[in-house]
């Protein structure tokens, strides 16, 4: 088995509308998985779905290859994007409730809350009530509570907003260090920067259906346009510019660069990249040679408003 | 520990450590018995005594008047009316009552004034009527020629035994006891389902507020939360109802054997009053009382509490579950609170008059209505059909409502921002 879960034509309507039309998505093992789209675009409904909050009109959800039921609650860390503990209860005892509530013994949800509390050095925090705390101290929390279960699937909605990018760059690194560990992480997310540093795979859903799944390096293959970024210190500028305009499109480029070159963007269509390069050795001193790869955000805003 | 039990150790935790409730806790029976023992002792002080002038011109009555503790009489039948009314004006006494001199007993009986600025207690004036009727009645008699000692010994006194079909004894005014101990335990639900049905409410909009809901949730059935919530609530409620009996009861020996004040609770007064009246005393009132269905009370106050707390507790924590915030909750609780208020109202007036008639046996049968009504109804000895039909239909009614506010719960503890309507609290249930 290779996927962690398995959406499988998921209909998910509230009186009239519909959340989630005819959905599947395949999340790989110890992969971290991106679910973009854009607000209202069904994403919460989908993870309340994988999260048993609540039930799917139609199809069905696979975790590990077996049909939801409830005994996959310890096996799922959730932490939703309105985040929120009980405000006048102590930290310590909050976090053994919850751990419990995962289905954790007292003793076991002892051991791993002092791993946690030493890891991210919060151990004086055990007697004190969420109230006392700030926010970010409170996020700290939950992002232990989501994970003190070592749960195999890990759900974060939105996980870095609200945070402070010292404490976004802990969980960060904690959230690769516990796919190091073999969980499997989904993310929903319209950050897009976070998605293309952290996500092997992404699925886009936008109005209710799903319009990209794949591995992030697959989708963006499909999204590539076989343009170049090129800078070149040429003497013979105009030489030049009539051999590439005669074989590709040209157009201007924008980059930073430390000489004062020419920056061009070449469609090079069903031509080699090498093609482009002989033309371009030819005729000066190349400073800059870049494949322009589209960016997540490229790709999401492109089949949004398609 | 499973689920519900973690749940319900919580809120149960949550709740009693909680500032406001152990501050209500201890303060509140302080509270009560300071104002017990404050209007036992206003009862206890004398109020002023009211000085009543007599103008006695037929000479017939001025003995007649006792002073007694509220009243004082004083003799002016030699003053001039229009002086003694100046006097009144003046304040220097309460009242005039002006007896003019005829001879004839009929006409003078319908010529008696009573002049004062303040109108007079009712009771008060009905006394001095008697006084002087019986002081005419007795002249009547003498100028008749009639023989007063054989009248008086002619003079019939009844009081009318009461008693059951099956022979036995009853006693007049026992119905007061019925009524108090079946009011108290049907008062106790009341004040129970709203105490502690709005705390449920409250914890659940708290849930709600804090965004934690979303995380339990996921962990748990809302079923099961809201099922944890009402029994952790309750039994805190419970608590705090045994340490309020434990020292009121204490306080109230305490402050009676301090301030020498008799306080005794109005129905216990009642059965004194009545008492008296009666020839058995009371040995025959405490026999009547062991001869109540004590353990059938027991049980079905046990039963009904149960019933009848569940099922409010929940429309609150479906009502919690609908709202944002406690202002918002206002427009739902009113059909809560209404069915309770009749419940007592019902209860007070119906069930003391004609505790079988039909008003009576068809709230204690109403679901929202039966654990007051029928608690109230016990005392007096309920078939037990009727008791087995009307638990059928609180439970049966229960399950029912506990499945819709389960419902209902379950869709708006994830629903924020605005303030549902009823027609959407109907589009809930059909999700």
Redo the contacts between chains.
């Keep these: 088995m290779n996927n962690i879960l398995e959406v499988k034509n998921v209909v998910k309507q509230y009186g009239d509308y519909t959340a989630l039309n005819n959905v599947s998505l395949q999340v790989p093992k110890g992969s971290i998985y991106g679910l973009l789209g854009p607000n209202g675009a069904g994403k919460t409904s989908l993870i309340r779905i994988i999260n048993q909050i609540t039930m799917p009109d139609k199809g069905t959800v696979l975790l590990d290859g077996e049909p939801l039921n409830l005994a996959h609650v310890k096996d799922i860390g959730y932490m939703p994007e309105e985040r929120g503990l009980y405000k006048s209860m102590k930290v310590g005892e909050q976090a053994l409730y919850l751990a419990q509530l995962k289905g954790l013994s007292k003793a076991e949800a002892k051991k791993q809350l002092d791993y946690w509390f030493d890891r991210l050095e919060i151990q004086g925090w055990w007697n004190k009530k969420i109230q006392e705390l700030s926010k970010g101290m409170a996020q700290k929390i939950q992002f232990v509570v989501t994970v003190l279960h070592k749960p195999k699937l890990l759900i974060f909605d939105e996980p870095f907003s609200g945070f402070d990018p010292v404490n976004a760059n802990l969980i960060k690194d904690e959230i690769l260090e516990l796919k190091k560990q073999g969980s499997t992480i989904i993310f929903s997310t319209h950050r897009m920067e976070s998605v293309e540093e952290l996500c092997d795979d992404i699925a886009l859903i936008h109005k209710s259906n799903k319009l990209i799944e794949g591995k992030l390096i697959d989708v963006k293959k499909e999204y590539r346009s076989n343009a170049f970024e090129i800078g070149i210190m040429s003497s013979n500028v105009e030489g030049l510019m009539y051999q590439l305009t005669q074989k590709f499109t040209v157009g201007q480029a924008n980059f930073k660069s430390l000489n004062d070159d020419l920056k061009l963007e070449i469609q090079i269509g069903n031509s080699t990249p090498n093609e482009l390069l002989n033309i371009l050795t030819q005729n000066g001193q190349v400073t800059h040679f870049v494949e322009k790869i589209p960016s997540v955000n490229d790709i999401f805003i492109q089949t949004v408003s398609k | 520990?499973s689920?519900l039990k973690?749940?319900i150790k919580?809120e149960f935790i949550?709740k009693v450590r909680?500032k406001s409730f152990i501050v209500m806790t201890f303060l509140s029976p302080l509270l009560m018995v300071g104002l017990a023992a404050f209007v036992g002792y206003l009862s206890t002080m004398k109020s002023d005594v009211k000085v009543i002038a007599i103008h006695d011109e037929s000479g017939l009555f001025l003995n007649d008047f006792k002073n007694s503790e509220d009243y004082n009489y004083i003799d002016r039948s030699k003053e001039s009316l229009t002086s003694l009314k100046d006097s009144i004006n003046a304040e220097k006494f309460e009242a005039l009552l002006v007896i003019p001199k005829e001879l004839d007993n009929k006409k003078l009986a319908s010529e008696i004034k009573y002049i004062s600025n303040e109108s007079p207690d009712p009771d008060f004036v009905s006394e001095l009527e008697t006084t002087i009727a019986k002081r005419l009645t007795k002249s009547n008699f003498e100028i008749a020629k009639l023989d007063t000692l054989a009248i008086k010994n002619a003079e019939a006194k009844v009081s009318i035994l009461l008693s059951k079909a099956s022979g036995e004894e009853n006693v007049k005014g026992l119905n007061y006891i019925k009524v108090f101990i079946g009011a108290s335990f049907g008062y106790l639900i009341m004040m129970f389902i709203i105490i502690y049905g709005n705390m449920v409410m409250r914890s659940v909009i708290?849930?709600k507020t804090?965004?934690?809901?979303?995380?339990?949730?996921?962990?748990?059935?809302p079923f099961q939360l809201m099922m944890g919530k009402i029994i952790g609530t309750s039994l805190a409620g419970v608590l705090q109802f045994v340490i309020w009996a434990i020292l009121a009861g204490t306080l109230f020996f305490v402050a009676s054997l301090l301030l020498g004040i008799n306080i005794t609770p109005p129905a216990a007064g009642m059965v004194s009053t009545a008492a008296e009246g009666s020839i058995g005393g009371l040995q025959l009132y405490v026999n009547e009382i062991t001869k109540l269905p004590l353990i059938t009370l027991v049980i079905s106050f046990l039963v009904y509490f149960i019933g009848g707390y569940f099922l409010y507790s929940s429309i609150y924590a479906a009502i919690g579950a609908a709202v944002d915030n406690e202002t918002d909750s206002q427009q739902f609780l009113l059909p809560i609170i209404l069915p309770l208020m009749l419940a007592v109202y019902v209860g007070f007036f119906s069930v003391l008059n004609d505790p079988h008639g039909t008003v009576a046996t068809t709230f204690s049968m109403i679901p929202l209505t039966s654990p007051i009504v029928m608690l109230m109804r016990i005392p007096f000895g309920v078939p037990w059909w009727q008791l087995l039909i009307s638990l059928v239909i609180l439970f049966g009614t229960f399950f029912l409502v506990v499945w819709f506010a389960a419902k209902i719960y379950r869709i708006g503890i994830?629903m924020?921002g605005k303030k549902p309507t009823w027609k959407e609290l109907y589009?809930w249930l059909?999700?």
Aim: proline fraction near 0%; aromatic fraction near 8%.
């Design positions: 520990m689920i973690l749940i919580r949550a909680n708290e849930e804090n965004r934690i809901i979303e995380i339990i949730i996921s962990s748990v059935k994830l924020y589009k059909k999700y």
